[in-house]
């Protein structure tokens, strides 16, 4: 399919693109322990860049590292000698005809004493942000002359580094729009108080960019239109602030919404549908004449296409979309729509990158790490070898077909008559939607590499041997996990499966749910619309760890909307014939519960019941996903992906521990 708007040639200021795609920043924690670039920074965007993006936004990168930090490694251009490491960064994703911009940034208040040695962070005002709960110092007036400089003195460098413009963050809560927010800025001085006196900090550094770097150096600047919080920019405010930075000479708005106080605005769940946010960009673009940057979790060519043909925005940002699957573009330039593994909003990479490590995905393991596996090294053509893997869920079709790109004949066995394991369990309408982009991603490689999957195949020992193989990787999954308590095997104690699978079906029956996790809450809100009187006993598990704060209470709200009783901070002591015992944490006291039916959603253990009998009869036999004691798409993926990436070697590795074994 042709994507005539996806593909013109456009222009921001001065600057031509060969596309209408951007990748907005995106905080990786790949620099160096200084804030210096690396070259796995650079190997991350590189991989971008080749994949055809029109323009890159380089992560936020910090202007003054000693209050202004947002990340334990965050990039960062507050000093002359960086500049040679931001020019090798533009050099290799400008050799592919991609531009670059970088983005500019100071975070005030929602920096943190520990990211500053433990000095107290600085803002316009001395007002809290709820989500870091730290008392910010108000900034001097001299002070924030200062700053203005610094970021002045940053997009000087980035010139002289050869990158092809600036964005100035004045979004999602940190300094710029915290001086442009009227919750956030109380100043009386020339700083705050009137619309133009809290414009004057972006006036003053759009000003200074251009009069140093010349008016046709590109500048666009990325705003929240809408904070999202209580006596904050909405979006009236928004469109006002757009006017008036067009009027100060910006080339360019990139327009997002949210803070750190509206988070699961700025970086959406799954449970949001596709592009939520462009109607922000829609009205914006209304109101002023240069171009408009719109994104929120965009995923599909014809959904971009259809942004640009309806004139609702002028660029489009893949955000992690592009982290999920670098050759976005050139797969749709290609034809090649079925190949783009779709980021399915996981949050996986914002977990990684805000628990301080570098950037993962979920679905790609390679993300953050494009330097260890730079080249897939294929069998030599007089080697013949082919491997078994048993199961046909995600870690078993990851693992098969990066051994079929290497060269392998692999043969894949599932007992069900479809692919895609756990992941068919998700039940939340977006959610599943997402699931089934990959489901359907990994399908489709499954038939391009021409690999033989077997459905309907149980396998057994005697099955899998006499394919011969070189090496078996067992993927069989896990199944339902049990509490470990009185009751777990009565009658009416049933698992999140026997919902899913439709084996047991409620009807108008007072259930309780016991566990937590995004397949809980999918199945505990379905019982509820099913007519059943629901209570909801939430237990901590692997899975809810992956739930940040923000979506936990989304999913709690949208149980409340279908009358679901929640049970927080108690843990469950013992199943009885009609009711269960749950038991205060804090106090100790127990309380029982009444009920008719008892339903286990506390994530899977794994299931494993080849490896023993099948290694006592040959070598090279390994365990992926579920069955392998993980508890994560983003595990699975990851562990499948490296087994058979470096499969040779393992073998190797494990015939050299045999060989010394024996002296």
């Not at 290799?92 to 991609?98: E, N, P, Q, V």
């Not at 499948?640 to 040779?648: D, N, Q, R, T, V």
Request: net charge negative; proline share 3%; charged share 25%.
């Amino acid at each position: 399919m042709y994507y005539q708007n996806l593909f013109q040639e456009s222009r921001i200021g001065n600057l031509t693109l060969k596309n209408r795609v951007v990748m907005p920043p995106m905080g990786t924690n790949l620099a160096g322990s200084e804030g210096e670039v690396t070259d796995h920074l650079i190997a991350y965007y590189e991989e971008r860049a080749k994949g055809g993006t029109g323009l890159i936004i380089v992560e936020f990168s910090c202007i003054e590292y000693e209050y202004g930090k947002g990340l334990v490694r965050q990039l960062r251009l507050d000093d002359d000698r960086f500049i040679p490491g931001i020019q090798r960064l533009a050099n290799a994703i400008k050799k592919y005809g991609s531009k670059v911009f970088v983005q500019i940034h100071h975070a005030g208040r929602q920096s943190n004493s520990s990211l500053i040695n433990g000095k107290q962070i600085v803002a316009p005002s001395n007002v809290a942000c709820t989500a870091v709960g730290q008392e910010p110092r108000e900034l001097t007036t001299v002070e924030v002359k200062e700053l203005v400089n610094k970021f002045v003195q940053t997009a000087v460098r980035c010139k002289q580094a050869g990158i092809d413009g600036v964005e100035i963050h004045g979004a999602h809560g940190y300094l710029v729009n915290q001086f442009l927010s009227p919750e956030a800025n109380l100043r009386t001085d020339e700083y705050g108080g009137s619309f133009e006196n809290r414009m004057r900090f972006l006036e003053e550094i759009i000003g200074g960019i251009k009069e140093n770097c010349g008016e046709d150096y590109p500048v666009s600047v990325r705003l929240s239109v809408d904070e999202f919080i209580n006596g904050g920019i909405d979006l009236k405010l928004g469109k006002a602030i757009c006017r008036y930075v067009e009027k100060l000479g910006a080339d360019g708005l990139h327009i997002s919404c949210g803070t750190y106080d509206s988070m699961d605005k700025i970086i959406e769940s799954p449970l949001f549908e596709q592009g939520w946010r462009v109607y922000l960009a829609e009205e914006v673009k209304k109101e002023v004449n240069i171009p408009v940057i719109t994104v929120g979790s965009i995923r599909e060519p014809q959904f971009v296409e259809n942004i640009l043909s309806g004139g609702r925005a002028d660029f489009v940002a893949i955000g992690r979309g592009l982290i999920a699957d670098p050759e976005w573009v050139n797969k749709t330039m290609e034809g090649r729509e079925d190949e783009i593994r779709k980021c399915i909003s996981c949050l996986h990479c914002i977990h990684s990158v805000f628990g301080n490590s570098h950037v993962k995905c979920s679905i790609n393991a390679k993300a953050g790490r494009e330097l260890e596996f730079k080249d897939m090294q294929r069998l030599a053509s007089d080697i013949s070898r082919n491997v078994v893997v048993v199961g046909g869920g995600p870690g078993g079709m990851e693992a098969a077909r990066v051994l079929s790109i290497k060269g392998y004949g692999v043969t894949l066995l599932e007992k069900e008559n479809k692919l895609g394991g756990q992941l068919h369990l998700v039940t939340d309408p977006q959610y599943r939607k997402k699931m089934t982009w990959h489901i359907n991603y990994l399908s489709n490689e499954m038939k391009r590499l021409n690999i033989d999957v077997r459905m309907n195949t149980e396998a057994t020992v005697e099955a899998v041997t006499a394919l011969n193989p070189y090496a078996v990787l067992l993927a069989t999954g896990g199944r339902p996990k049990l509490p470990q308590v009185e009751g777990n095997d009565l009658s009416h104690v049933y698992t999140y499966e026997d919902v899913k699978l439709q084996e047991k079906v409620f009807t108008n029956n007072k259930v309780i749910v016991v566990g937590s996790g995004m397949i809980c809450h999918g199945t505990t809100r379905r019982l509820a619309e099913a007519g059943n009187d629901v209570t909801l006993v939430e237990i901590p598990t692997k899975a809810s760890k992956r739930i940040g704060p923000d979506t936990r209470l989304r999913l709690f709200d949208k149980l409340k909307q279908v009358n679901v009783d929640i049970i927080t901070d108690h843990k469950l002591a013992k199943i009885l014939p009609g009711s269960i015992i749950v038991e205060d944490k804090n106090s100790g006291k127990q309380s029982e519960i009444q009920s008719e039916y008892v339903l286990i959603a506390m994530g899977v253990e794994a299931y494993n019941p080849l490896e023993e009998t099948l290694r006592e009869k040959m070598r090279n036999v390994f365990v992926l996903g579920d069955a392998a004691g993980y508890a994560s798409l983003g595990d699975a993926t990851r562990g499948a992906f490296e087994k058979a990436y470096l499969l040779e070697s393992i073998v190797t590795h494990s015939r050299e521990e045999e060989r010394m074994e024996t002296f």
